[in-house]
């Protein structure tokens, strides 16, 4: 491809990309996003940053209404119920809530296509994470040592859909990753509740 065709080519991706959503018929436009096209592959410790494993023609099996795009929004159903059931702090609801939003951009508005909401949905995932390990670890009981099952079969999960092969994978095992996530976390704040009262 001459340097002014990839150069328009670049150009064009990027107006359909966009900030809040991509253009609704992305996938049949392209077929390839550019650093699939380039041939780069991502490294398996690459876990930061804007890239992702999809390949663009996922997105035309997507559905917006699947229990995969719903896993990512019930993290703030789940923040709702740690402050409103639990007395956890309002902070907890507000970073389930942007890990509810950046999720759903990453792995479903953007699924297949490198975006900065990617890496915002990694920095929150990550923080939502070390919270609630840190929580369990400094208080050690038995009662929070219950968070450790379900949390383990989320990390597992999240593992196999980072080497998902067709997006039916990725799906099952991305909402299975969220659902153990959500249910970790509330056995941990409910526990944290118990240990408080």
């Not at 436009?29 to 890239?51: M, V, Y």
């Not at 990694?122 to 369990?136: D, G, I, P, S």
Request: proline share 5%; aromatic share 10%.
């Amino acid at each position: 491809m001459a340097p002014r065709t990839r150069a328009g080519a670049a150009d064009e991706w990027r107006r359909h990309v966009g900030w809040l959503y991509p253009t609704h018929n992305i996938a049949h436009r392209f077929t390839e996003n550019p650093r699939e096209r380039s041939g780069q592959k991502l490294a398996w410790w690459r876990l930061l940053g804007p890239e992702t494993r999809c390949p663009l023609r996922w997105r035309r099996e997507l559905g917006v209404k699947s229990m995969y795009a719903l896993s990512s929004v019930t993290f703030a159903p789940c923040g709702l119920v740690a402050v409103y059931a639990y007395g956890a702090p309002r902070m907890d609801a507000v970073l389930l809530g942007g890990v509810a939003l950046t999720s759903y951009q990453s792995d479903v508005t953007y699924l297949g296509i490198d975006h900065a909401w990617r890496t915002l949905d990694t920095v929150l995932a990550v923080m939502l994470v070390l919270r609630y390990v840190a929580l369990a670890v400094v208080r050690a009981s038995r009662a929070h040592a219950a968070a450790v099952p379900p949390f383990a079969l989320a990390l597992l999960c999240f593992l196999r859909s980072q080497r998902s092969t067709s997006f039916e994978e990725r799906a099952t095992y991305q909402a299975c990753w969220h659902a153990a996530l959500q249910a970790s976390l509330l056995v941990l704040l409910r526990a944290e509740a118990s240990f408080i009262d």
